[in-house]
Nanobody, 122 residues
Framework: QVQLVESGGGLVQAGGSLRLSCAASGRDVSSYVMGWFRQAPGKEREFVASISWRGRTIYYADSVKGRFTISRDNAKNTVSLQMNSLKPEDTAVYYC???????????????WGQGTQVTVSS
């Protein structure tokens, strides 16, 4: 079992930056693929980014490439999402997640956090 707790959401103006963090706990948590999904009002939950347990394999959704950066610190069991050049369409609840496969982390992660709200004003 893996527990995930997000932090760092908030309100920011378009063009601004936010950094989300996720604290993970549980057995062998550092061996999991970690990532982020988001869900905007009235839309389906969508993949944002994922990072393998050693950080060697990283995926981003096309909509965030070049603006968002995912990273992890296995010593602290944390994963972060640095979000720059934010746009109003980035407004969503952001969910930290974990899975034991690269594909699972991008499609149907096994473990989810409660989510943190990110609101980008125009």
């Amino acid at each position: 079992q893996v527990q995930l707790v997000e932090s760092g959401g908030g309100l920011v103006q378009a063009g601004g930056s936010l950094r989300l963090s996720c604290a993970a706990s549980g057995r062998d948590v550092s061996s999991y693929v970690m990532g982020w999904f988001r869900q905007a009002p009235g839309k389906e939950r969508e993949f944002v980014a994922s990072i393998s347990w050693r950080g060697r394999t990283i995926y981003y959704a096309d909509s965030v490439k070049g603006r968002f950066t995912i990273s992890r610190d296995n010593a602290k069991n944390t994963v972060s999402l640095q979000m720059n050049s934010l746009k109003p369409e980035d407004t969503a609840v952001y969910y930290c997640n974990a899975d034991d496969s690269l594909t699972g982390a991008r499609t149907r992660p096994r473990y989810w956090g409660q989510g943190t709200q990110v609101t980008v004003s125009s």
